[in-house]
């Protein structure tokens, strides 16, 4: 039974965000929806890998203390769950779920799977598909290929709420999906209402960074304060089934709320304003307007939305060689110029043991890490070398934070606190999928 | 009377692959005007040159008093793949709000 008006709040907005606000909403939040967005872009490749070497891993760290977190109130209230914590192994997590609501005392609770997303097969099958970035056909990528999964859209979402599981757990979805697809199910809303879709992604993409709305990424001393922001509250939409729609969060938590923080927050990650393509539309935000309907509380009115696209985005990630970086630093008279000279050392050094990259990386920590080397830059006090390069060889790599290192004895004067790193690279580029070839699947562990 | 953009708005940056967006809001009707007319392709361009390959487009939202600066070629690569520390391009934010302006 759909209803006339609904609340949905957003739990995380990345993998490793703060536990306490979504308890919070889960709690006091009067929620009937409770999403959770925890997939970067190589997250999955990253997942694949752990997946590969146990079968019951491939999902994102923290959902057990996520869900020891939420789960009782929201049984206890009849909030539904939804998340794509699920990574690479949704099914896992799914049972990872229902392990923890037993060892919490709440029983048997159904876990609605969203399967599909993982496309590899029909990505190798179709090799001369185009990369977005690139032109060239994906076909160079397949030997290295860690995963290729789609972003699905917000009908998987309502398929996975339509089996009554509490919990629906995907892999890959598009993040306002995630929020979109909670508001159809709740609303009744069709998936070719485009006037109600364009306010179910907009209101997702608004929520989909949660603390980001609610005064994170947003204090500037002086200039913008933000109260109380080690309990920055999470946001939460109230939806109704006409489309209307206001921005909240749970009173008494930290953080602000209001006209500015949305207009950050509603470009983010947005190229042209017009067409924002999402799985389920192509949002346009230029009308977009916001009115202060309340201490924290916003009102969003004018968002538009065209077809969806015949396609889906599918993410490849691949194996990208490895990163080695080292660091020193310098402090008081003439800092710069001893660290300059460790740079010249480092550089003679690898060239000296018949090492070459294609890029090597020289940040001046203090000066130029951030915004490039600037003309006019007044030489700080202290100052950390960095050095870091990519090799597809993993000895190249190294050899960087290792001759890094060794300037603790053969380098100039005052060196101090050196340190070095390697890692391996998972690269990430994208595709256009014809929808066709996807075919999604929701199973549920636990059907009762 | 020369301007700093961080005096006339706030910003915050977004990454997508190798592609920096950052965002430019106005904190009232003059500044809109002032930014509208002089925060041009061409100045945001020199200030990223020294992180940033371009080409930069720009969207103006009038109903947000707001511009966008698509900044493409500007993340090392994309953020998987970056040697740089900042992957995301978080602090792009505060080179843009670092431009100065000829102002009224």
């Excluded at chain 1, 890998?49 to 977190?69: C, H, I, N, W």
């Excluded at chain 1, 005392?105 to 590899?120: E, H, I, N, W």
């Excluded at chain 1, 076909?139 to 290729?148: F, G, I, K, T, Y």
């Excluded at chain 2, 939202?61 to 900042?86: M, R, Y």
């Amino acid at each position: 039974m759909s209803k006339s008006r609904i609340r949905v709040g957003c739990g995380a907005g990345f993998s490793d965000d703060r536990i306490d606000p979504a308890q919070e909403l889960a709690v006091k939040g009067e929620l009937d929806y409770l999403a959770f967005e925890c997939l970067a872009e190589r997250t999955i490749a990253r997942e694949n890998l752990a997946r590969s070497k146990d079968p019951e891993k491939g999902y994102t760290p923290y959902l057990v203390e996520r869900f020891q977190a939420v789960l009782p109130a929201c049984l206890r209230s009849g909030v539904r769950i939804v998340t794509n914590m699920g990574a690479a192994n949704p099914v896992a997590a799914a049972r990872a779920v229902r392990r923890e609501a037993r060892a919490l005392g709440l029983g048997d609770v159904p876990v609605a799977v969203v399967l599909g997303d993982d496309v590899s097969e029909q990505i190798r099958a179709n090799p001369q598909l185009p990369l977005l970035e690139s032109g060239e056909p994906v076909e160079s990528l397949l030997p290295r290929m860690a995963a290729a999964n789609a972003y699905l859209g917000a009908d998987v979402i309502v398929a996975g709420l339509d089996t009554g599981a509490s919990v629906v757990m995907t892999g890959r979805v598009s993040d306002p999906s995630l929020f979109l697809g909670c508001m159809m199910h709740g609303l009744g809303w069709r998936y070719d209402d485009y006037p109600r879709l364009a306010v179910g992604t907009i209101a997702g993409h608004l929520m989909e960074c949660a603390a980001q709305l609610t005064g994170g990424c947003f204090a500037d001393p002086g200039k913008k304060d933000v109260p109380d922001m080690a309990r920055i509250g999470f946001p939460y939409a109230d939806v109704t089934a006409q489309g209307e729609l206001e921005l909240g969060k749970v009173e008494g938590s930290g953080g602000r709320l209001d006209v500015m923080t949305c207009k950050e927050q509603i470009l983010y990650e947005m190229h042209d304003p017009s067409s924002y393509i999402t799985p389920d539309c192509i949002l346009d935000v230029t009308d977009v307007s916001f009115e202060q309907a309340g201490r924290d509380r916003v009102r969003v009115l004018g968002p538009r939305a065209r077809a969806r696209t015949p396609t889906y985005k599918v993410v490849v990630g691949y194996h990208d060689g490895w990163i080695g970086e080292g660091e020193v630093g310098y402090a008081g008279p003439n800092a710069l110029a001893r660290a300059q000279l460790s740079e010249q050392i480092v550089r003679e050094r690898l060239r000296m043991r018949g090492f070459s990259y294609p890029e090597i990386r020289v940040d001046y920590i203090g000066m130029s890490s951030l915004h490039g080397m600037g003309a006019g830059r007044p030489e700080p006090y202290e100052v950390r070398l960095r050095i870091a390069v990519r090799s597809p060889d993993r000895k190249a790599a190294e050899a960087v934070g290792f001759e890094v290192r060794t300037l603790h004895v053969n380098g100039p004067a005052g060196g101090g606190g050196g340190t070095n790193a390697l890692r391996e690279v998972l690269g990430v580029k994208s595709v256009l999928l014809p929808r066709e070839l996807v075919k999604t699947q929701v199973v549920v562990e636990g059907a009762r | 009377m020369s301007v700093k953009v961080h005096a006339l708005a706030h910003s915050r940056a977004g990454d997508k692959g190798n592609t920096s967006n950052v965002s430019v809001v106005a904190y009232s009707d003059e500044a809109w005007q002032i930014l509208r007319e002089q925060l041009t392709v061409e100045r945001v361009m020199a200030a990223y040159c020294h992180t940033a390959k371009g080409p930069v487009t720009r969207f103006e939202l009038p109903k947000l008093k707001a511009l966008n600066f698509v900044i493409e070629n500007a993340l090392g690569g994309g953020v998987t793949i970056s040697l740089a520390q900042d992957a995301h391009g978080k602090s792009l934010s505060y080179l843009m709000l670092g431009i100065e302006l000829p102002g009224r």
